[in-house]
């Protein structure tokens, strides 16, 4: 090619590469304002759902519309699970799986052949034990882990005199220190339910096993803190040695008698009461419970005072116990009926003068093969009971002597 030709050739492609450089310009301005276009519509759309919402947090934050928030943690609920699944087919897989906790009763436990009852059911039979009318709900209730309970009690006063500044000092008497041993022993209940009954996916079988369990454990205990003899079983405090308040000694109940064989004096039926409301020392009156059953409570309820006015009064409010000479009066229909020198009436503080003691678990035991077709569970609880300071509690006792 001659040079002419290729200058011309040259000088002819520089404008239609502007050409082109210019069109692509113009292309990449279209579609960076489309793209502004899109972010700016995206982000108004953004601000609007912000506002809104903020909108709703604000009606939520008022008091009114708050929503509620759970006012207990979320429970965990394999051993629930576990638990009803080995009580409805006997299936243990489960609870065998379960981490073993050292003094939790959700924790398996299948070396004693049983396993513990779940918390819930547990809390369940420990509401109804305390509602019962037994002495454990004024008593003095501890927990241990141990197959007994020892109570250590200073029976004397630490001796003191007067002495002059120059003069000598004598020896005083020294506090003597009793020691009360509280054996624990095991309580059971066996409660059947046909497999049949178990099956049935709408029957609470917690709820029932509880109540069955719960009933049997109220009845026995309630007895045994009062008529207890101490043999597999805790020691009552009618089965104590009583003796005449004015002769009493350590290792005794002391009594108040009305004077009147089998019932209250005819004359003045009130004085036994007064008398044995003092009859207890002033530290314990001040926690003084009187107890009874419902046969005396309604005897004692007609007594009146020498200016007419009755002992008794009813409670002010839902729930508070009636009152005897101001103070609380549990029923407990275990205490004996008024009968010829029968120790019918219990005063004191029954938080300092008995003890129950417990271990905090019950094991429940599957047995679907002794009483076909019935499945019998064998619920046992390890707990015991004794008198704790024989001078918080004294006795009327409706006899002459």
Same mark, same amino acid.
Request: charged share 25%.
């Given at each position: 090619?001659? %040079?002419?030709?290729?200058?011309?050739?040259?000088?002819? =492609?520089?404008?239609?590469?502007?050409?082109? $450089?210019?069109?692509?310009?113009?292309?990449?301005? =279209?579609?960076?304002?489309?793209?502004?276009?899109?972010?700016?519509?995206?982000?108004?759309?953004?601000?609007?759902?912000?506002?809104?919402?903020?909108?709703?947090?604000?009606?939520?934050?008022?008091?009114?519309?708050?929503?509620?928030?759970?006012?207990?943690?979320?429970?965990?609920?394999?051993?629930?699970?576990?638990?009803? %699944?080995?009580?409805?087919?006997?299936?243990?897989?489960?609870?065998?799986?379960?981490?073993?906790?050292? &003094?939790?009763?959700?924790?398996? @436990?299948? *070396?004693?052949? *049983?396993?513990?009852? !779940?918390?819930?059911?547990?809390? @369940?039979?420990?509401?109804?034990?305390?509602?019962?009318?037994?002495?454990?709900?004024?008593?003095?209730?501890?927990?241990?882990?141990?197959?007994?309970?020892?109570?250590?009690?200073?029976?004397? !006063?630490?001796?003191?005199?007067?002495?002059?500044?120059?003069?000598?000092?004598?020896?005083?008497?020294?506090?003597?220190?009793?020691?009360?041993?509280?054996?624990?022993?095991?309580?059971?209940?066996?409660?059947?339910?046909?497999?049949?009954?178990?099956?049935?996916?709408?029957? !609470?079988?917690?709820?029932?096993?509880?109540?069955?369990?719960?009933? &049997?454990?109220? =009845?026995?205990?309630?007895?045994?803190?009062?008529?207890?003899?101490?043999?597999?079983?805790? %020691?009552?405090?009618?089965?104590?040695?009583?003796?005449?308040?004015?002769?009493?000694?350590?290792?005794?109940?002391?009594?108040?008698?009305?004077?009147?064989?089998?019932?209250?004096?005819?004359?003045?039926?009130?004085?036994?009461? $007064?008398?044995? $409301?003092?009859?207890?020392?002033?530290?314990?009156?001040?926690?003084?419970?009187?107890?009874?059953?419902? &046969?005396?409570? *309604?005897?004692?309820?007609?007594?009146?005072?020498?200016?007419?006015?009755?002992?008794? =009064?009813?409670?002010?409010?839902?729930?508070?116990?009636?009152?005897?000479?101001?103070?609380?009066?549990?029923?407990?229909?275990?205490?004996?009926?008024?009968?010829?020198?029968?120790?019918?009436?219990?005063?004191? !503080?029954?938080?300092?003068?008995?003890? $129950?003691?417990?271990?905090?678990?019950?094991?429940?035991?599957?047995?679907?093969?002794?009483?076909?077709?019935?499945?019998?569970?064998?619920? %046992?609880?390890?707990?015991?009971?004794?008198?704790?300071?024989?001078?918080?509690?004294?006795?009327?006792?409706?006899?002459?002597?």
């Amino acid at each position: 090619m001659s %040079t002419p030709e290729r200058e011309t050739r040259q000088s002819g =492609s520089a404008p239609d590469l502007a050409h082109e $450089v210019k069109t692509a310009l113009a292309g990449f301005m =279209s579609d960076l304002k489309d793209f502004q276009i899109e972010i700016k519509s995206k982000l108004q759309h953004q601000e609007e759902r912000l506002t809104m919402l903020d909108r709703k947090s604000h009606s939520f934050a008022t008091p009114a519309t708050r929503p509620a928030l759970s006012a207990r943690p979320e429970v965990d609920l394999s051993h629930k699970t576990a638990f009803t %699944t080995y009580v409805r087919n006997g299936d243990d897989d489960a609870l065998r799986g379960l981490a073993l906790e050292g &003094k939790s009763m959700s924790a398996a @436990v299948n *070396g004693d052949g *049983g396993y513990l009852v !779940d918390p819930q059911t547990a809390d @369940v039979i420990k509401s109804v034990l305390k509602s019962t009318a037994s002495i454990r709900s004024i008593a003095n209730v501890v927990n241990v882990e141990a197959t007994s309970y020892d109570v250590l009690i200073d029976t004397t !006063d630490l001796g003191s005199g007067w002495v002059t500044e120059t003069g000598t000092v004598g020896e005083t008497a020294t506090p003597t220190i009793d020691r009360i041993s509280i054996p624990l022993y095991e309580l059971s209940a066996l409660p059947k339910a046909s497999q049949r009954l178990l099956d049935d996916s709408a029957f !609470d079988i917690e709820a029932w096993l509880a109540g069955r369990i719960a009933d &049997k454990f109220a =009845s026995a205990e309630a007895s045994a803190f009062i008529n207890g003899d101490g043999v597999d079983k805790p %020691t009552g405090i009618l089965n104590h040695t009583q003796v005449d308040n004015d002769s009493w000694a350590w290792g005794a109940l002391g009594y108040i008698v009305t004077g009147t064989d089998g019932g209250f004096d005819a004359t003045d039926p009130a004085d036994a009461i $007064v008398e044995l $409301v003092y009859a207890l020392g002033a530290q314990y009156r001040t926690n003084g419970t009187f107890v009874m059953n419902s &046969k005396t409570a *309604g005897q004692v309820r007609k007594l009146k005072d020498a200016d007419g006015r009755f002992l008794w =009064s009813d409670g002010l409010a839902a729930g508070e116990p009636a009152r005897l000479m101001g103070y609380p009066v549990l029923i407990a229909e275990d205490m004996p009926d008024i009968a010829s020198d029968a120790a019918a009436i219990a005063f004191g !503080d029954f938080n300092a003068g008995y003890t $129950v003691a417990e271990r905090p678990d019950v094991r429940i035991l599957r047995d679907p093969f002794s009483a076909k077709p019935h499945v019998l569970f064998y619920a %046992t609880k390890r707990v015991g009971g004794d008198v704790s300071d024989f001078a918080a509690i004294k006795l009327l006792k409706f006899g002459i002597a």
